[in-house]
Nanobody, 127 residues
C-alpha cells in the first residue's frame, strides 16, 4: 500500500513537498514514480526514480522545478515542488513498479505502468 501526503493549497511561485509512504512492501526493488491528473486532462507522468542507481527522470513540464528522492530505510519517497504554477494543479499519485532494468522509469511514465499506486493527494496552486 502506498499513501501520499503533503498536498494542499499554495500560491503561485510557492513550494510543496509530497511524500509517499509504503507499507506491506519494501520499496528497495521498486522504481517509484509520481503522476498527476488535472480535471479534464489526461494523466501525466511527472517524475520517476529508479531502484538501483537512483537515476531520475522528469517530464519537460517540471524539469528544473521538481526534485524526486527516495529513502529506502524509511520506505518513503518524496517530490519537492518549487516555483509552482496553476498549471501544476491536480491530484498527485505515487506509484511503484518492481524492477531495476534500464528504461523502467520511461515505461512507467509513458505507459502509466505500475504494480502499486496510492489514492492521491490534491495540489491546488491558486492566488
Amino acid at each position: 500500500q502506498l499513501v501520499e501526503s503533503g498536498g494542499g493549497l499554495v500560491q503561485p511561485g510557492g513550494s510543496l513537498t509530497l511524500s509517499c509512504a509504503a507499507s506491506g512492501i519494501s520499496l528497495d526493488n521498486y522504481a517509484i514514480a509520481w503522476f498527476r491528473q488535472a480535471p479534464g486532462k489526461e494523466r501525466e507522468g511527472v517524475s520517476c526514480i529508479s531502484s538501483r542507481d537512483l537515476a531520475t527522470t522528469y517530464a519537460d513540464s517540471v524539469k528544473g522545478r521538481f526534485t524526486i528522492s527516495r529513502d529506502n530505510v524509511k520506505n518513503t519517497a518524496h517530490l519537492q515542488m518549487n516555483m509552482l504554477s496553476p498549471e501544476d494543479t491536480g491530484v498527485y499519485y505515487c506509484a511503484a513498479d518492481w524492477g531495476s532494468y534500464p528504461g523502467l522509469c520511461t515505461v512507467m511514465l509513458d505507459k502509466g505502468r505500475y504494480n502499486y499506486r496510492g489514492q492521491g493527494t490534491q495540489v491546488t496552486v491558486s492566488s
